[in-house]
């Protein structure tokens, strides 16, 4: 399955089928799994699938998002050494680990929050210094569920933001047209319909000659400072956010043989707000003539 099917077919599962993951599909996700040790901004992150149990469901309901989340035969689990860029790391590493997922046949949900005092620490054998900031429900959806889930996919992509307001072409005055995006016209597509928190579509990207700069427009009272993030001590969701974004620019642009290569160097664009962060960098490349 190309990486823009898998992206495509993804959606949030929230009810499962009362089953287990079949041996061979397990294995083949574990080795997908074991494979993602690095995040592209050099975050060390390792992942693991495990069986639900019955200790996970406190540490859901602490979040409020456990009755969202019906049956799942598991969970894909992982831990970020703390970091400048651990959070967006993170969010591209659990991303491509989802997508494999999806070509497996499962189904899945983000679970954003705080992890790391939880049976999920337990799981992963938490070490010093690292974080969970996220998890993943992951099982056979539930056949009687299947389409109410769909149509909710439906009804946030068309609730979108459209490229007008996401993509930018040598700085924020100037839109960047679809006709102008020329070979990269898909994987910004791509970044387009990409899940995020609440549906926020936190990235922004400036086209700057071969180079792609990621930003995060940080929508008011959400995430970072947030009052209800501090006091329910979640992780900043709009830097897992770009994170997820940053991997279906990246395997989309690698499925189409567009190579690139991840760096962090502000280009000191002036930028709309205070609210919009310089985030990395994706460079082309070069090719041989």
């Given at each position: ?12 599962t ?90 497996l ?41 299947r ?29 960047l ?17 990409a ?47 770009v ?19 991840w760096?962090?160097t ?5 930028v ?18």
């Amino acid at each position: 399955m190309k990486i823009q099917i898998a992206i495509q077919q993804r959606y949030s599962t929230r009810s499962y089928q009362n089953t287990a993951i079949a041996s061979g599909v397990q294995a083949e996700l574990q080795d997908h799994l074991a494979s993602l040790k690095t995040g592209p901004l050099g975050s060390r992150i390792r992942l693991g699938l495990f069986a639900a149990s019955e200790h996970d469901r406190s540490s859901l309901r602490g979040l409020g998002t456990y009755g969202f989340i019906r049956n799942p035969a598991g969970f894909i689990v992982g831990s970020v050494q703390a970091s400048e860029h651990a959070l967006e790391d993170y969010g591209y590493i659990m991303e491509q680990a989802i997508l494999e997922a999806t070509r497996l046949g499962l189904g899945t949900c983000w679970l954003g929050g705080s992890f790391t005092q939880s049976s999920f620490a337990e799981k992963i054998e938490k070490r010093d210094g690292e974080i969970l900031p996220a998890v993943t429900a992951v099982g056979y959806p539930a056949p009687a569920t299947r389409e109410r889930d769909l149509f909710r996919r439906a009804a946030r992509s068309d609730t979108r933001l459209p490229w007008q307001k996401l993509f930018f072409d040598s700085g924020f005055e100037t839109v960047l047209t679809t006709e102008n995006a020329g070979e990269y016209q898909l994987a910004l597509e791509m970044v387009r319909v990409a899940p995020s928190a609440s549906n926020r579509q936190p990235w922004r990207i400036v086209r700057k000659g071969q180079a792609w700069h990621f930003y995060c427009q940080r929508t008011p009272g959400y995430g970072k400072g947030s009052l209800v993030f501090n006091l329910l001590g979640l992780a900043d969701l709009q830097r897992l956010d770009v994170g997820i974004a940053m991997c279906h620019f990246d395997l989309t642009n690698r499925e189409l043989g567009l190579n690139g290569h991840w760096r962090v160097t502000d280009p000191g664009l002036p930028v709309p707000d205070e609210k919009s962060v310089y985030i990395a960098t994706w460079d082309m490349d070069s090719r041989a003539v």
